[in-house]
């Protein structure tokens, strides 16, 4: 009886409204299981729009996000009015709900997950590169407590989150994190719900502690073994309250924690292979590679574009192999401040190559000039009398011409 009383509420209709700020109101008739994105297309075609990048909708004092959401589910009323707002700053990065985490706007974003009627649905959401949303949050949570609570909120809902790859890069949640440089917290969140993440390689042959340590460090995290040990101590302090972990969890994480204590003390485990602890000959191959835009509030590179430092081979065909990425001394926002002349600053960057079957290390100088922050920026030097540059060459122009004058008189 309630599946027939919830088929006909879903296939009763409903009158929604649109109106805008001006007073402008159309009405349209839709389905009671009408997404969000079907509602964003109407309300750009009653403005005689091809697309919904430039207006947003509320329901209410609800922000309305096109991503595939059934508001009108949720609402007993027969005419529904939704307010259309016009504006050219609402993009599509901000639209989407990855937009608000890309945005680390950590409250909207939780919000919007613990009020979600299909949350499962929400955290299986893809950006344009395939990435997910879990992806995103590691790489730009920091030592933020918001996106750590965000973090916890998407694994307790779908835990296998942590073992999605990266279509570009191979890179696991783990790696991503590593790379942002988020907190350890963030790092025995998924190490617990995927303990076999800590040794996993990406498409370029890095685990995410030589990706931290190539980018920030080698203190930046503790080491995987203490890391193992903190995730298998969370588990057991969170048995009610934690992540909704499938049976067996705490057991794969100690099995991985004693294979990494093995290994880390020169023994050779003679056991059965870890499930979640992929090996040598299964690492994850990826072939698609995409280049994602640059993170705007991080000196660091381009994410998601690594270069291929720890990734070549020891036995190397030309023999070389890259031990640290071309790097300067001076890497913060204010690096070059005191010694800017006007935009840009000279840096001395410094990178280490191992050569030869003795692994001679050469470290390679290279000079590059970089703009330094906006605010230290001293501008050019503005003219203190009006220039005479246009007037010089005017004279030069008259005595070129004088003198062609000149001597075509005398030729004739």
């Known amino acids: 009886i309630h599946q027939l009383a919830m088929q006909s509420v879903q296939d009763e209709g409903v009158s929604v409204v649109f109106a805008t700020l001006s007073g402008k109101c159309w009405q349209h008739k839709v389905a009671r299981d009408a997404t969000s994105t079907d509602l964003y297309f109407l309300a750009s075609a009653g403005l005689g729009l091809f697309e919904f990048g430039s207006v947003c909708l509320s329901l209410g004092a609800t ?82 407590p918001g996106a750590l609570e ?26 991503e994190a590593a790379w942002g440089n988020a907190s350890p917290a963030v790092a025995i969140l998924l190490s617990a719900a995927y303990p076999g ?30 890391l193992l040990e903190s995730a298998a101590t969370y588990l057991e302090q969170n048995d009610e309250g934690g992540l909704d972990m499938p049976a067996g969890a705490k057991a794969s994480v100690a099995d991985v924690s004693a294979t990494a204590r093995l290994a880390h003390a020169g023994v050779e485990a003679r056991m059965e292979p870890v499930p979640g602890m992929p090996t040598q000959a299964h690492r ?25 430092s720890f990734g070549v081979a020891d036995d190397a065909k ?54 330094v922050c906006e605010a230290a920026s001293k501008g050019h ?3 203190k009398w009006p220039s005479k540059a246009t007037l010089r060459r005017e004279r030069t122009l008259d005595r070129s011409l004088k003198f062609r004058t000149g001597a075509a008189f005398m030729r004739d």
């Open 150 to 175: 965000l973090i916890r909120s998407i694994l307790r809902v779908v835990p296998s989150e942590a073992k999605v790859l990266s279509p570009g890069t191979g890179f696991l949640p783990l790696h």
């Open 197 to 226: 993440a800590v040794f996993t390689r990406s498409r370029s042959g890095e685990t995410p502690h030589q990706v931290g340590q190539s980018m920030h460090g080698s203190q930046f995290w503790p080491a995987p073994q203490e």
């Open 318 to 371: 030309d023999g070389v192999q890259h031990l640290r990425e071309a790097r300067a001394k001076e890497c913060g926002r204010w690096a070059g401040a005191r010694r800017t002349r006007h935009s840009r600053c000279g840096f001395i960057e410094v990178s280490e190559v191992s050569v030869g079957p003795n692994g001679a290390i050469h470290r390679l100088r290279l000079h590059v000039a970089h703009a």
């Open 63 to 144: 922000v309305l996000l096109p991503d595939g959401w059934q508001p009108l589910l949720q609402l007993p009323d027969q005419e529904i009015i939704i307010n259309v707002t016009k504006t050219s700053a609402f993009n599509d990065e901000v639209q989407t709900w990855i937009g608000l985490i890309k945005k680390k706007n950590w409250a909207a974003a939780h919000a919007i997950l613990e009020s979600h009627a299909h949350p499962r649905d929400l955290i299986c959401l893809r950006d344009k590169h395939g990435d997910s949303a879990l992806s995103w949050a590691v790489y730009s949570a920091s030592r933020s």
């Open 284 to 308: 994850p191959v990826q072939t698609c590679q995409v280049l994602r835009p640059a993170c705007s509030d991080r000196k660091t590179g381009r994410r998601g574009v690594l270069q291929p």
């Open 381 to 383: 030097a503005v003219a």
